[in-house]
């Protein structure tokens, strides 16, 4: 499902500075005319224009990190994105628009003036971020947007913004053809509420408002790429969660379950547990270690309802008159909230509680951004820590590596292992030279010491007085790396010079 | 390999239209060619014998279905008054297989009287049939003895017509090479020469001053390089032949890095004057566990010969070559090998008694086996082999399963309790196996209770299901761990899946 989404993201400065750099006139802006929106009465025009006045137009210059050789500074480059006001001095568009952004710069619908703006709060699990300029005086008399509801299947929806084909605004028109429990391509790891519609949505229109009866019903966000005519919106209660969320000053994420469920479809399987055919339930397939449902939910439970809301055999549950997946209970709390789960025990019915809570190791499936790639070089040897974003730079082979990957919270490997920190590059050096096979698999252990953390690998490796050897084994591999002690600083030295390596590790993110 | 395997592809029509051509050109070769007369090329032609065979893979993912058959042909070499000796490849998967004479007047069905997928060798036989006839004007070559690097060679072919199609080369460099069953290295000669494309060019004889050195394994067109297997492993093969039980080349089951590396010998504590393989690993039950040899040891002599940094040693022979044909090349199952090792410093000599390598959780290959599985209302439960990894493709490695390639990777995680590794390799949707439609891949414990070690004793797990009507499946990984099928169902759903065409629903 991942692969098949494409982040509709900001369109390529390439693609922008080849257009003409026309910047239109005041005059040219006569609204065009609009037959489909709902009758306004007569001043419709002024109407049409301040609406369009609040949608902005978002350029982003962005550097991106470098994963491959993280002491480099990355890749510079930026794009276009959409955004709109939707209080004083809040302009929301997507996490993506604005990810890795170095400058902001908002343009107003109509005029040639770039404000400086920046992010005041960014979530990357719902691909949303809130912006400010640093002067509003010029949007005093813009008209705020007003979220709405989530709108109805086969309902009109408009997706306005500054996709690819013009610098000028751009209106779309289509009907809501699904509503669906879905991937949000942005972090790779996160699941939501998505609406799909079949209006026309290009790089550039991230951020924009999907509007219906004059209310933000949506924040229009990525696209198909196998698919025509679909476009994707992040509809209101993902939208009103998120600004909910920074209501206290920070966002605090989203808050998980953490079980795997299956359903309750075979009969063998409905008759052992006892359920009839028309029970509902599905069943508990496995509890995330230390997640919020560690010690309270187990294996073979049945779970049959949440917060009261009813739960089928398939995980599904009624929301607003719509079927959507359990988890979307879930979706709507933060984190302390309870959640009042009833389940089916050994054949017994029962209530049991569980606190939602933050679960860091998440993170390990989740495209990291804004932050600077940890890494620790010593004697040539590179070593970083695992996650998506190293998962994608480098394309690991090792089976181990993948499986450490695959398995780092379901078997609870994140307990003992802060980091898999694994050795991406040996940087030739007359110290390493003989060294090969070992790039791409999971560092062991060095001078005997598990490594569970990618600092606690570094200290391992500096220590304020050296062995005889650095043994470090890799795993998989029983011939481990050597390094004598006395040659370790001057070739750390030696290969930091001749590979430009301008700073020899980063610790923190 | 590719090559050759385009080569037996190649439509008839496209050799007809060249056949004039080709006749005129070896005649002509022979006139000029003073290292072999007429005659001699003739009584060399009469040792050769064309093989037909027809091949049949099973499918992995339909165990009980073969995969439609393919043709191939070869040129196989008369080595004794009614053996035919010719690559393993060709033998291997087969159906059908027969000789056919030179001048293709004559075909008499053949079968296997031995086979090493390892060394790529097989020995056909007449099955029944004139044999007599057949025979009549044939004659064995003899098999002779090493070739130097320099030596010329040439590469026997038939056209169609039965004339010979002779190329001559030179070989360049001899090395251990891994011709057929992955990872089985074995002595071959690398010549030089340009080959053209005839009938029955699967796998050809080599010969030297009128006979057989080698059998060709691949040719690389692009480089123009022959592999030729070495006379002393067809020799080593035949003697094994001899009687009726064949036995197969020997192993020391030890797994090895290079010790170049300077750091890495200083921290063994090797001295400059010797070289040395450190050991990484030991098989279990092999001949080295017996022998006392350890991980971690820096095996520095073989029978006398010392072992180089990198495992070459020097051979009176070929010179250097890499230390395992001091093993497998060298040496037959039962005879003792002397090593000499380094353990912390210390020298520490041991004899080991070579062996068959021992039975392993995956085989690294199953050629001529039939997967074994078992049909359970809809489920296909499988043995995992190399075979069913490979069958994913050529990038196998990592487009399989992941929790597969964990077992072949660290089969030691899986080995407790296991003969074989079972797992649900599909399921066919059935009405026993409703809401289980995606379930695959999945390793299986235990079923009914019962620990599963192998499809056999799976299928014995399933004649004792609950007394509630249910089979209980337990995986070793979920989610979920555990599921339940009907037992009425299930049998219903059997009876049914007869009835639409499956032969059988289990093969032990």
Redo the contacts between chains.
């Keep these: 499902m991942l692969k098949s989404s494409i982040r509709l993201s900001v369109a390529s400065l390439v693609v922008l500075t080849s257009l003409p750099a026309l910047l239109p006139c005041m005059a040219q802006l006569n609204p065009p005319a609009n037959p489909l929106a709902p009758l306004p009465p007569a001043p419709a025009a002024p109407q049409v224009q301040s609406i369009y006045g609040s949608i902005v137009r978002i350029e982003a210059a962005t550097q991106v990190p470098d994963y491959r050789e993280p002491w480099k500074a990355g890749r510079f480059s930026g794009g276009i994105g959409t955004g709109f006001l939707i209080g004083p001095n809040r302009f929301l568009t997507n996490a993506h628009v604005v990810s890795n952004a170095r400058r902001l710069l908002i343009t107003m619908h109509g005029s040639p003036r770039k404000h400086p703006a920046k992010i005041v709060h960014i979530a990357h699990d719902c691909d949303l971020a809130l912006l400010e300029v640093e002067d509003f005086t010029p949007f005093q008399t813009l008209q705020h947007l007003q979220i709405g509801n989530v709108p109805k299947l086969e309902s009109q929806v408009r997706v306005i913004g500054y996709p690819v084909g013009g610098n000028r605004i751009s209106v779309t028109r289509g009907v809501v053809s699904r509503i669906d429990f879905s991937s949000y391509s942005h972090s790779r790891s996160d699941q939501h509420l998505v609406v799909q519609i079949d209006a026309a949505i290009n790089p550039g229109n991230s951020g924009g408002p999907v509007l219906q009866d004059g209310k933000v019903v949506g924040v229009a966000f990525q696209g198909l790429r196998s698919a025509d005519n679909t476009g994707y919106m992040i509809p209101t209660p993902v939208v009103r969660r998120f600004l909910k969320d920074i209501q206290d000053g920070t966002y605090d994420k989203y808050v998980d379950i953490g079980i795997?469920t299956?359903?309750?479809?075979?009969?063998?399987?409905r008759?052992?547990f006892g359920l009839s055919q028309t029970a509902s339930g599905v069943?508990v397939?496995?509890v995330t270690p230390d997640g919020p449902c560690d010690g309270v939910l187990k294996?073979?439970d049945i779970l049959t309802a949440i917060n009261g809301n009813t739960v089928d055999a398939a995980g599904n549950t009624l929301i607003d008159g719509e079927k959507v997946n359990m988890n979307e209970i879930v979706e709507r709390k933060f984190s302390g909230d309870m959640l009042k789960l009833s389940i089916i025990r050994d054949g017994k019915a029962m209530v049991v509680n569980c606190t939602l809570k933050p679960f860091p190791p998440s993170q390990m499936y989740s495209v990291q951004y804004g932050v600077k790639p940890r890494y620790t070089t010593f004697a040539g040897l590179v070593l970083q820590p695992l996650d998506r974003n190293l998962y994608a730079a480098h394309s690991f082979?090792n089976?181990?590596v993948?499986?450490l990957f695959?398995h780092y919270i379901d078997e609870g490997i994140f307990k003992e292992r802060q980091d898999i920190v694994i050795l991406t590059r040996v940087l030739a050096d007359p110290?390493n030279t003989?060294?090969s096979g070992h790039v791409g698999t999971a560092i062991e252990s060095i001078n005997g010491k598990k490594v569970t953390s990618l600092k606690q690998a570094h200290d391992l490796l500096h220590p304020k007085e050296a062995p005889e050897?650095f043994?470090i084994k890799c795993e998989?591999?029983?011939?481990?790396i050597?390094?004598?002690g006395n040659?370790a600083t001057e070739a750390s030295k030696r290969t930091e010079t001749n590979y430009g390596i301008s700073a020899p590790s980063q610790l923190s993110k | 390999m590719k090559f050759l395997t385009t080569l037996a592809i190649i439509s008839p029509l496209a050799f007809s239209s060249c056949c004039e051509q080709k006749k005129i050109a070896t005649t002509g070769d022979t006139q000029n060619d003073e290292s072999i007369s007429y005659q001699e090329k003739e009584t060399t032609a009469q040792s050769f014998v064309r093989i037909n065979a027809t091949i049949q893979k099973w499918s992995a993912s339909q165990p009980w279905d073969k995969s439609a058959p393919a043709k191939r042909r070869a040129l196989g070499v008369l080595i004794s008054d009614t053996r035919v000796l010719t690559t393993a490849e060709m033998a291997t998967n087969i159906t059908y297989i027969e000789l056919e004479n030179a001048d293709s007047t004559r075909r008499l069905p053949a079968k296997v009287v031995a086979i090493d997928y390892e060394a790529n060798l097989a020995l056909l036989e007449p099955d029944n049939g004139d044999t007599e006839d057949f025979f009549k004007e044939l004659k064995p070559i003899e098999l002779g003895t090493s070739a130097k690097i320099g030596d010329k060679i040439d590469v026997w072919q038939l056209e169609d017509n039965g004339m010979p199609l002779i190329t001559e080369g030179t070989i360049q460099s001899v090395d251990i090479v891994s011709s057929f069953a992955d990872g089985h290295y074995f002595l071959t000669y690398e010549a030089k020469g340009s080959m053209q494309s005839a009938t029955s060019s699967f796998t050809l004889p080599v010969i030297r001053n009128g006979k057989l050195l080698g059998l060709l394994s691949s040719y690389n067109s692009k480089d123009q390089i022959i592999d030729v297997m070495a006379p002393e492993i067809i020799a080593a093969f035949l003697a094994d032949t001899a009687d009726d039980k064949y036995v197969g080349f020997p192993s020391i089951g030890i797994?090895i890095?290079s010790t170049?590396?300077?750091?890495?010998r200083?921290?063994l504590k090797l001295s400059d004057d010797v070289g040395g393989l450190?050991v990484?690993?030991i098989r279990k039950d092999s001949a080295a566990e017996k022998a006392g040899i350890e991980?971690?040891d820096v095996v520095i002599e073989i029978n006398g010969r010392d072992i180089g940094r990198r495992g070459y040693y020097s051979d009176d022979n070929y010179g250097r070559l890499y230390w395992s044909h001091l093993i497998r090349g060298s040496q037959k199952v039962g005879d003792k090998v002397n090593l000499t090792l380094l353990r912390e410093g210390e020298e520490k000599k041991v004899i080991a008694t070579l062996e068959r390598p021992g039975k392993r959780l995956i085989a690294s290959y199953t050629y001529d086996q039939a997967p074994r599985y078992l049909v359970k209302g809809g489920f296909i439960f499988q043995e995992l082999t190399g075979t069913y990894l490979q069958a994913f493709g050529t990038d196998w490695?990592?487009k399989a399963p992941?929790?597969l390639?964990?077992v072949?990777?660290?089969p030691e995680d899986y080995e407790e309790g296991r003969n074989k590794l079972v797992f649900l390799s599909a399921t066919i949707p059935t009405p026993?196996?409703?809401?289980?439609e995606s379930m695959r891949n999945n390793i299986i414990n235990k079923v009914n209770g019962e620990t599963i070690a192998d499809i056999s004793s799976l299928i014995k797990a399933f004649q004792k299901p609950g007394s509630?009507g249910?089979?209980t499946i337990e995986f070793s990984h979920?989610?979920?761990?555990?599921?339940?099928?009907?037992v009425a169902?299930s049998d219903t759903v059997d009876a049914q899946l007869l009835k639409r065409g499956i032969p059988a629903l289990s093969r032990e």
Aim: glycine share 6%; aromatic share 10%; charged share 20%.
């Design positions: 795997t299956f359903p309750m479809f075979n009969p063998a399987m008759r052992k069943l397939a496995s294996n073979n082979t089976t181990r993948r499986r695959a110290v003989h060294v050897f043994i998989g591999l029983e011939r481990p050597i390094v004598p040659k | 797994g890095s170049v590396d300077p750091n890495f200083t921290w450190y990484t690993r991980k971690g490695k990592t992941l929790n390639l964990d072949l990777a660290s026993a196996t409703t809401g289980y509630d249910l089979h979920g989610p979920p761990k555990t599921i339940y099928l009907d169902a």
